[in-house]
């Protein structure tokens, strides 16, 4: 049988794909590795079909190989019985844990087949929740900003765990940035913030985006006009 590595979305329940619904319907058992995807999962699965895995809280590397080799595991031993699905905030081949399930599955059974479904992810989704316009032809860079880091260099990023947003901010703004920031978006757990003010975030919240344009950056947009010709109703 099959183990899907299913992309719920940011966190908002409607925002799942109809594949990825579908898929969630007729596993025999899903799996979640946090609290925030089996709330999303639960809307479209009943409680009896949740599995549970073991993800310990340790940066110890032989810990998490242990870990994730027993939940590759319990996931073969289930996909013996029908369908399996795995379940993630985002898309799965973005910044996932479902890329460890899916390299251990890899090395230690290989007999079990693996497919991915898309999700739509809060990298993504930023530039509707933001407001922002993403133009054809725009240099868009995607960047880790945990504790405090500001990466600076192209003219546009996109940065995700942001989790000292005043730091972020400092480095930024000192580096010729104007700085956006994104709380929570399409998330139903947990208030969601959207402000260019960092301190009305300063508190560590993992799932907080920025977006960075340098400050006085020179932009050429398309428009519905063009010269020589006459709008509408005028003459």
Do not use: C
């Not at 479209?44 to 079909?49: E, G, I, K, R």
């Not at 073991?54 to 013996?80: C, G, H, I, N, Y």
């Not at 960092?198 to 010269?227: M, S, V």
Request: no cysteine.
């Amino acid at each position: 049988m099959t183990v899907y590595g299913v992309g719920l979305g940011p966190g908002e329940a409607e925002l799942i794909t109809l594949k990825g619904k579908r898929v969630l319907e007729a596993a025999g058992v899903v799996y979640s590795p946090g609290r925030l995807s089996r709330t999303v999962a639960r809307q479209y699965v009943p409680d009896s079909a949740l599995g549970d895995l073991d993800f310990p809280m340790t940066r110890d590397p032989e810990k998490l190989r242990s870990a994730w080799r027993e939940a590759a595991a319990a996931v073969a031993e289930a996909a013996d019985d029908g369908d399996v699905a795995f379940v993630t905030l985002g898309d799965p081949n973005v910044y996932s844990t479902f890329g460890h399930l899916r390299r251990t599955l890899s090395a230690f059974h290989p007999e079990v087949d693996l497919d991915v479904v898309p999700g739509v992810s809060a990298v993504t989704a930023f530039a509707t929740a933001l407001g922002v316009e993403i133009e054809a032809g725009t240099g868009l860079s995607l960047r880790e900003a945990a504790d405090g880091a500001a990466p600076t260099g192209p003219d546009r990023m996109i940065l995700f765990k942001v989790t000292d947003a005043v730091a972020t901010h400092e480095g930024l703004v000192a580096a010729g940035y104007d700085v956006r920031y994104g709380r929570r978006l399409f998330m139903e757990q947990g208030e969601t913030v959207i402000t260019d003010d960092p301190t009305e975030i300063a508190e560590r919240d993992y799932y907080t985006l920025a977006y960075a344009e340098r400050r006085g950056l020179d932009r050429d947009l398309a428009t519905a006009e063009f010269e020589g010709l006459e709008s509408e109703g005028s003459a």
